[in-house]
Structure formats: structure tokens, C-alpha cells
């Protein structure tokens, strides 16, 4: 799971850790308010392959979004984390309770969207981790106009709580065989596939805050994600040439983008060291036959956590001044964590630009002075 290394770094120093006042997480860069919303969905075509008794496939996702400048005061800002799993993660760590609560999203829970038409992104979060510890990337997407859905992976994400109350607890083992972890991506694949249908479907996004009776209109989707939701990216853009492009945030790639390649746009987006040089998977997908322009970028001194809300947190939380400094490299990168998220929304949001609103700011033309941590492999 791509956590347990930082978890096992943190319980060296975090008992010295007291619970400080709420923080908030870093400002989005863009001019419009958050709104935001979970948004519950049941592919009843297929029954959950790693449930532990016969049940439909469940899928719990965030919605975040522009909002109406004139209404989303009268809104709250959601938890961070569901209750469960702050709670899971504060036992595990050995935290004060109460961490997790204190710290503050910039989105306002049930805001109306301020647009029914929308240009979709869809999201997946590492293997073994949760959607809601993203939020700076989708935070910030969001403000500059998109719809990002940010999807758990039920009995794969550590805990997804349900609006029943229900919850799922992964069942994954921490010691998979690479065979056993691509059913898992192939339950992501199919997730995914099935959560933009359910966007064009009217009577399902008409629940949402502001689309009213006639539901959203989807105009672009495009997707990406860490680690295995990284692969999923690639796999949701085999499986539906409706999807205009897609990034890999340091994921090995799995299924037959690694041979056949993609049609359309998509970026291989690694920490230092993880290359095509060294990950065959990403080798044989960049000499395949891919019929649309891809990129590969590698982000200085970051680690494969690095592409997670952690490190931006390790600096607002003030743990720096816990950890040896090798932990910190070790774990989450020397790069600086607020550089780090504001170098990957840059790049997310030029991608995005480019293959959902046909904008080209050039940054993908080769390396930017302002961005000296990129390099173009």
C-alpha cells in the first residue's frame, strides 16, 4: 500500500505530535469558490468481486466544482476526512484525536454548481489510499472551472463510509503479487467506465447541488491519478474513446495501453528515479504504437508520496521540526511539499486546459524556467 511507508515514519516521531489549532488546507489558485459533494452511485450489472457476501458494486466518490459566488457562504466546509477514517488513521499513527477534524478544506459542502454543463476529470487515488487525501490537487482543478470526481475504490481504499452508514474496510493484503493487484485495477477500470455513463444520465445527476431537474451536462471528460489510479487513467481511456486525455501521477502501468498504447493525450508524471529507464511498463507504453502526442515528466527530488496531500501537511502541521531530517526526504521528498502541490497544479491545469478547453499555454513544448524541478525525459 503505497501509505505504510509513511505511516511507519511517522510513528517514529509523531508521539511527541500535540494536536494544534484548525488549519487550512493551502488557497487554490484559481477565481472561483468550491463547492462540493459525495456523490453515491451502484453498478447493479456487477456484483463486487471482493465483497465478503454477494452484493452490487458501490461506488462513493467527492464532487468538487465552481460554485455560485453569491450562495456558497451559506454553506459549510466538509471534514476533511470522514469521522471513520480519521479515526483509523489517528489510531494507527498514534495522534491526538481530532487531528484530522483540524484541518479545513477551502470547498463548501452542498454549494450549488454554478453551471450545469461541465468539463468532467476524473480522479483515482493510489492503491491502499483515499480519495479524500487529495483534496490540494482537486481543490484547485475545481477553481479554475472543472468538475473533478474523485472516486474511492471500495474494499481497495483503507475505509469508504457510505451515506447509509455502511462502511468497507479494505481486504487487500499488504503482500500482493502483481497478478493480484491488476484485479484490482480492473475493478478501477470498470468504475471508472461505469461513473461517466452514470454522468450522462440525467435522473442520476439531477441530485446534484444546482443542476436541477435536467441533471448535468457533460461536454469533455478527461482523468488522472497516483500510483494504480495512475494505470487507471490509461485503462478508462482504452476502454472509452470518449475520454480526451489522461496523467499518470508515478503509477506502473497495467493492460493493454502497456502494448497497444492510447489515441489520445497522456503524460507519465514521476518522482526522481522512476523513469522509462528503470519501469518497463512505462517503456513498452512509450515504444508502442500510441497514436496520441504523450509527454514524460520527472519531478526533482519528490518520492512516490509526494504526489498526495501529505506533503504539503507535513509543512502546515509544523512536523519538519519532529522528524530527522532523512525521514522527511525519505518519505515525502526534500523538494518542499507547497512547491511540490503547486508545481503538480500547474501542470495538471495546463494539461487539462489543453485537452478539455483547447487552451496551450506551451508549457508542455519542453522545460519552463519557472518550473526548474521539470524535466522532459
Keep these: 500500500m503505497i501509505l505504510k511507508p509513511l505511516l511507519n515514519a511517522l510513528c517514529l516521531s509523531l508521539p511527541f505530535f500535540h494536536h494544534a ?3 487550512a488546507l493551502p488557497d487554490p489558485s484559481g477565481p472561483n469558490k468550491i463547492g462540493t459533494y459525495n456523490f453515491f452511485i451502484t453498478d447493479t450489472s456487477r456484483n463486487d ?33 470522514t469521522p471513520s477514517i480519521g479515526a483509523f488513521y489517528e ?3 498514534g495522534l491526538p484525536n481530532g487531528t484530522f477534524k483540524s484541518i479545513i478544506p477551502n470547498s463548501y459542502y452542498g454549494a ?28 484547485d482543478l475545481a477553481s479554475h472551472g472543472y468538475m473533478v470526481a474523485a472516486l474511492d475504490a471500495t474494499y481497495d481504499s483503507p475505509i469508504v463510509e457510505f451515506p447509509d452508514g455502511t462502511i468497507a474496510v479494505s481486504n487487500a493484503n ?11 485495477y480492473d475493478e478501477r ?28 451536462k457533460v461536454d469533455r471528460v478527461g482523468m488522472f491519478g497516483h500510483s494504480l489510479g495512475g494505470a487507471t487513467s490509461a485503462g478508462l481511456m482504452a476502454a472509452d474513446d470518449s475520454i480526451l486525455g489522461g496523467v499518470d501521477l508515478d503509477g506502473a502501468l497495467f493492460g493493454s495501453p502497456i502494448t497497444a498504447g492510447l489515441k489520445k493525450p497522456f503524460v507519465l508524471f514521476g518522482a526522481e528515479g522512476h523513469n522509462r529507464t528503470n519501469d ?37 502541521l509544523g512536523l519538519k521540526a519532529l522528524f530527522p531530517k532523512e525521514v522527511i526526504e525519505a518519505v515525502v521528498g526534500s ?43
Design 21 to 23: 489549532a484548525a488549519i
Design 49 to 81: 468481486v471482493f465483497a465478503p457476501t454477494p452484493q452490487p458494486r458501490r461506488i462513493l466518490m467527492t464532487l468538487y466544482y465552481p460554485t455560485t459566488t453569491s450562495t456558497y457562504a451559506n454553506f459549510p466546509h466538509p471534514e476533511y476526512v
Design 91 to 93: 489510531s494507527y499513527l
Design 112 to 139: 450549488p454548481v454554478k453551471s450545469r454543463n461541465v468539463k468532467l476529470i476524473l480522479f483515482s487515488p493510489g492503491f491502499g489510499a483515499s480519495r479524500q487525501v487529495y483534496a490540494t490537487l482537486a481543490e
Design 174 to 184: 499488504e503482500n500482493l503479487t502483481m497478478g493480484e493487484i491488476e484485479k484490482y
Design 189 to 216: 477500470v470498470k468504475d471508472a467506465v461505469f461513473v461517466v455513463k452514470s454522468f450522462a444520465n440525467v435522473s442520476l445527476t439531477s441530485v446534484i447541488p444546482g443542476a436541477g431537474a435536467k441533471g448535468l
Design 280 to 316: 518497463e511498463t512505462w517503456k513498452s507504453f512509450w515504444n508502442s504504437p500510441s497514436k496520441g502526442w504523450k509527454r514524460e515528466l520527472s519531478l526533482k527530488d519528490a518520492r512516490h508520496i509526494t504526489f498526495t496531500d501529505y506533503p504539503p501537511l507535513v509543512e502546515i
Design 335 to 377: 523538494i518542499g511539499g507547497l512547491r511540490a502541490m503547486t508545481i503538480q497544479r500547474v501542470y495538471l491545469k495546463a494539461f487539462f486546459d489543453k485537452v478539455l478547453s483547447r487552451c496551450n499555454d506551451k508549457l508542455f513544448d519542453g522545460p519552463n524556467t519557472d518550473y526548474p524541478e521539470i524535466s522532459f525525459l
